[in-house]
């Protein structure tokens, strides 16, 4: 199967994306920040959102909500666009990216230990502390 990461403007493509993947959606889907899809054959099958933030130390990333459409999971899309978005990051001179998950979810948790996110007590916790494990990537020298 062929794979293209791009990036993405159409907001209603990722709503749209987000409904499909999250069958009952707990919330609105916070469409602000920076979007990314995999399509394959012209039709989008994965998403995910990255938002940026100036702090005293630099610039900062947050990766926020990822989808894949169940058809076409286990086949290294969430770690496709966690790797666009970290050359992403980089590339606009990004300090440190941070996200969170749920302790339950292992691919999640898992691909992103294996693209060099460690596990952190944030100073506030931003999701609150139930369930929710943050992550950090620090991309300074």
């Known amino acids: 199967m062929k794979f293209r990461v791009q990036y993405t403007t159409d907001l209603e493509l990722v ?3 987000d409904a499909q993947v ?3 959606k707990e919330e609105e889907l916070d469409l602000r920040g920076m ?3 995999v399509m394959y054959r012209n039709k989008p ?3 995910a959102g990255m938002k940026l933030f100036e702090t005293p130390d630099g610039l900062m990333a947050y990766f926020h909500r990822v989808g894949v459409l169940a ?3 286990n086949k290294g899309l969430h770690k496709r666009l966690l790797r666009k978005r970290i050359q992403v990051a980089r590339n606009l001179e990004v ?3 941070v996200t969170y998950t749920v302790y339950y979810n292992a691919v999640s948790n898992n691909n992103l230990m294996s693209v060099g996110f460690r596990q952190y007590h944030p100073g506030y916790a931003w999701v609150g502390t139930d369930e929710v494990v943050y992550w950090t990537k620090s991309l300074s020298q």
């Open 71 to 73: 058809k076409f999971r």
């Open 95 to 97: 300090t440190d990216i």
């Open 35 to 37: 979007w990314w899809v």
């Open 15 to 17: 709503d749209g994306l």
């Open 45 to 47: 099958v994965a998403y």
């Open 22 to 24: 999250f069958n009952q």
